[in-house]
Antibody, heavy 120, light 107 residues
């Protein structure tokens, strides 16, 4: 079965960077896109960016442009999201989610989420 | 970017009742709207992958409609497991955007 398993919770200081991993299993890793979505406390889901399955091209939300990098290690079937220059407003749960077959912008499977707390 | 506005913010209903959730887009997104369900402490679950197409394994008490800017998710008869927050998402334009959610709570 499809599984996306994310790395554990992080606590970071303002100005630092965080890297969250997302290990995929149960499907061919390079056949599907992976998206990253942020959910701050009490806020709506917010799309951050994605990495294309076949060619590893990336696209980012303008809101995070310059601060977010998404990349992958195909040998480990793992995608990563790195967010830099953290501020308190970045405190949130970060999800990876798979883009569906034939509809890569439908998020059909989600990781369990990684809580990132930014605090001095 | 396309702004999605969901209403109402909270819907208080009893099991067996019909739930009607609305999602309005700031510009036309054709029928390319997705719906998710999220229960407390859980990850979002895909319900509808277009305005009217159910995802695999989703019961037929869930249905969707709409085109352009106005969309509706209907739950024909609420089961206890349906009390959750529902989000719409548009996938016509970048960036992908989500609505603010409708919480369906037990009355």
């Amino acid at each position: 079965q499809v599984q996306l398993v994310q790395s554990g919770a992080e606590v970071k200081k303002p100005g630092a960077s965080v890297k969250v991993s997302c290990k995929a299993s149960g499907y061919t890793f390079t056949s599907y896109a992976l998206h990253w979505v942020r959910q701050a406390p009490g806020q709506r889901l917010e799309w951050m960016g994605w990495i294309n399955g076949d060619n590893a091209n990336t696209k980012y939300s303008q809101r995070f442009q310059g601060r977010v990098t998404i990349f992958r290690d195909t040998s480990a079937s793992t995608a990563y999201m790195e967010l830099s220059s953290l501020r308190s407003e970045d405190t949130a749960v970060f999800y990876c989610a798979r883009g569906g077959v034939g509809a890569t912008t439908v998020l059909d499977y989600w990781g369990q989420g990684t809580l990132v707390t930014v605090s001095s | 970017e396309v702004v999605l506005t969901q209403s109402p913010a909270t819907l208080s209903l009893s099991p067996g009742e019909r739930a009607t959730l609305s999602c309005r887009a700031s510009q036309s997104v054709n029928n390319i709207v997705v719906w998710y369900q999220q229960k407390p402490g859980q990850v979002p679950r895909l319900l509808m992958y277009t305005a009217s197409s159910r995802a695999t394994g989703i019961p037929d008490r869930f249905s969707g409609s709409g085109y352009g800017t106005d969309f509706t998710l209907t739950i024909s008869s609420l089961e206890p497991e349906d009390f959750a927050v529902y989000y719409c998402q548009q996938r016509k334009d970048w960036p992908l955007t989500f609505g603010g959610g409708t919480k369906v709570e037990i009355k």
